[in-house]
């Protein structure tokens, strides 16, 4: 059982605030992933979660209990290091036990407990092996176990799949999804790696120069971004944008012209908008589609086949379109195509930034994770 | 092809001439501990001549060698280990917690080895006298660790810097405290870079002579003093005074022969990287 609960946290590095204020809430055996661009804060968020890093002001609460000055080793975490940070004088076993070492754990009683977690982690034919005779992916299973065996309230993750190679990076994403299951710890994960923070997490919290963007689960930010940021940095290849005009806004509904004058109806409560005002138009590259009756049209500048897809890169109307295709697609470089885009599927923007809300909510939102995984959890029980 | 064998030949021979030509005052004193007096200072030296122990007897009854050796091993050991036992936690700290200030005191330290040592003769004289430390081996133990501690501090330093930070954080949420970090993590991950920063200091600390010749008088007097307590000033006796040195520098000789390996490793272990 625990929990976590951020107060208004602020971090100031020599008078620049790097963490600017920021609150959210963990919930218990929740995986939550911290994701944004480089200097976002969220590692120095996580360091501070951890104890390795002080707090310029705020509380941190793990279970209720204000953690602010208490020492790492006391908050009852385990964090597993980008770099791994094994010991690499010591064996894997010693790697793994150290910290019951420090506790003075009876001898037997640590090495029981070292060896469940190397069961775990498949990682019994090792332990006498010391960390350089490892290769990286067996390197970051260590580290995971010595976070595993301390048994840990909260496991704390700092990128730790950026050093491996990208096949191994999608096999230990699967062991770490399956270990969270097995385990049943709340997990707080940092990664630039949007594909990891929607395919692990319950919760995504996007951070960008040290504020919080937005919080939700990984639907909830493809489907309904907040601001335009969180559109553009959740999916890939990024959300298309181009700017538009309000012909008509009502709650119900905003009309807008797209360039080359085709109009189109977005059902996104238009309230806080009026005929005339200039709108950011977003539009996944996955949701546009060839339609030779479309609105849209332009020339082919590159064409990226990945077999199943392809992505086409069109030149409309002075913009540069993505649009993700069937892979069959038989479209050559400076072909002429017409595309459009189903109203619903489109996000508009207003100035600020912010998203106008839409008057459904995609149906996937507020299915949680757990219950897309129902039959693993099954099988394990 | 030719001309890279031609090269390599020039550099080879310029590597052997340069190695002779350092290497002759020490063959020479060698050579010469084994003459006789009278051989010693004949011109032309004479290459060939019957070795004799002579000048090694009458230096061991003269003077009383164990004890010179052993003072030198207890001083120089004596200031190493306290050396690194200061520097130690110096280096982490700089290293590791690191202040604006860290540079300009790691400079700082440094800059006191620029001061010519006679400079500040006086002044550790009176305050040796007044707390009795003249010519004794814990008075010579402190001079000799404050002389090497600046490069003891500087050579730690480097070889922490090179640990990474995340390794001593991960101890740190292992449940280690700042001595166990130490002692379990940084120690045992430096300890090449220890024991060559280690060996740098009993070495220096075996060859100084200027504070033992100005701080002791016999019963702490090293082998430095011993060696130069045999040039006097009623002649020099050539035989003889190599068969000190020989014998004062041999121990050390070995020592940094057997370890060079290690000492290389060391000394160019930020260097290279």
Not at chain 1, 274 to 301: K, V, Y
Request: aromatic share 8%; hydrophobic share 45%; glycine share 8%.
């Amino acid at each position: 059982m625990a929990t976590l609960e951020l107060n208004n946290i602020v971090k100031d590095f020599a008078g620049t605030q790097v963490i600017k204020g920021v609150d959210l809430e963990v919930k218990d055996r929740e995986f939550v992933v911290f994701v944004g661009p480089s200097g976002c804060g969220k590692s120095t968020l996580l360091r501070m979660i951890a104890g390795l890093e002080s707090v310029s002001s705020g509380d941190i609460l793990i279970d209720g209990q204000r953690m602010n000055e208490v020492g790492p080793a006391e908050r009852g975490l385990s964090m597993v290091f980008q770099s791994y940070a094994l010991y690499p004088h010591m064996t894997v076993e010693d790697n793994m036990g150290f910290s019951l070492r420090l506790a003075k754990v009876p001898k037997a009683e640590r090495r029981e407990k070292v060896l469940e977690a190397a069961r775990i982690l498949q990682l019994e034919n090792l332990l006498e092996r010391k960390p350089k005779a490892l290769s990286g992916g067996q390197r970051q299973r260590v580290a995971i176990g010595r976070a595993i065996v301390r048994n840990p309230s909260i496991f704390l993750f700092d990128e730790p799949l950026s050093n491996l190679d990208a096949a191994l990076r999608v096999q230990m994403r699967i062991e770490l999804a399956r270990l969270h299951e097995e385990l049943d710890a709340t997990m707080i994960y940092v990664t630039h790696d949007q594909i990891e923070a929607m395919t692990m997490a319950d919760k995504i919290v996007v951070l960008q120069g040290g504020i919080v963007e937005q919080v939700g689960s990984p639907m909830e930010l493809y489907h309904h971004p907040r601001n335009r940021f969180v559109a553009g940095f959740i999916g890939s290849p990024k959300m298309n944008f181009i700017d538009v005009e309000v012909r008509e806004a009502r709650g119900e509904g905003v009309s807008v012209r797209l360039p080359g004058g085709g109009e189109y109806s977005v059902p996104v409560d238009g309230s806080g908008c009026q005929a005339g005002d200039t709108l950011s138009l977003g539009i996944r590259p996955e949701h546009l589609t060839l339609d030779d009756n479309g609105p849209l049209e332009g020339d082919i500048t590159v064409i990226e086949r990945l077999g199943g897809v392809t992505s086409l890169y069109v030149q409309c109307h002075g913009e540069e379109w993505i649009l993700v295709t069937d892979g069959e697609v038989s479209h050559r470089v400076r072909d002429n195509v017409r595309f459009g885009f189903a109203p619903a599927r489109a996000h508009l923007f207003a100035e600020d930034g912010l998203a106008l809300t839409h008057l459904e909510r995609h149906p996937l939102v507020d299915v949680e994770r757990r219950q897309n995984r129902a039959s693993t959890a099954a099988d394990a029980s | 092809m030719h001309s890279s064998i031609t090269k390599k030949l020039a550099i080879t021979l310029l590597a052997w001439a340069i190695a002779l030509v350092v290497f002759f005052p020490i063959f020479w004193m060698i050579l010469t501990g084994f003459k006789t007096e009278g051989e010693a200072v004949a011109t032309p030296p004479s290459l060939f001549f019957e070795p004799t122990l002579s000048g090694y007897h009458e230096v061991m009854a003269r003077a009383d060698y164990v004890k010179f050796a052993i003072n030198s091993v207890v001083v120089s050991l004596g200031s190493t280990l306290l050396a690194l036992l200061i520097a130690v936690p110096a280096a982490y700290s700089m290293a590791f917690l690191p202040t604006p200030r860290t540079r300009g005191t790691l400079l700082w330290m440094l800059s006191t080895k620029m001061l010519p040592p006679v400079g500040v003769l006086m002044p550790v004289y009176l305050l040796f006298r007044d707390m009795g430390l003249l010519d004794s081996l814990s008075g010579l133990i402190v001079i000799y660790m404050l002389m090497n501690l600046p490069i003891v501090v500087w050579m730690l330093y480097t070889f922490f810097k090179d640990v990474p930070k995340d390794i001593l954080e991960a101890g740190r949420m292992d449940g280690a405290g700042t001595l166990q970090e130490v002692l379990y993590l940084l120690v045992p991950l430096t300890l090449p870079g220890i024991a060559s920063t280690g060996l740098l200091s009993v070495i220096l600390s075996w060859n100084e002579a200027f504070w033992s010749l100005n701080l002791t008088t016999s019963s702490a007097a090293p082998l430095t003093a011993f060696i130069a307590s045999f040039s006097s000033p009623e002649g020099l006796f050539w035989a003889k005074l190599s068969a000190a040195s020989t014998m004062a520098i041999a121990p050390i000789l070995i020592l940094g022969w057997m370890t060079q390996k290690q000492m290389v490793r060391g000394l160019t272990f930020g260097a290279v990287k």
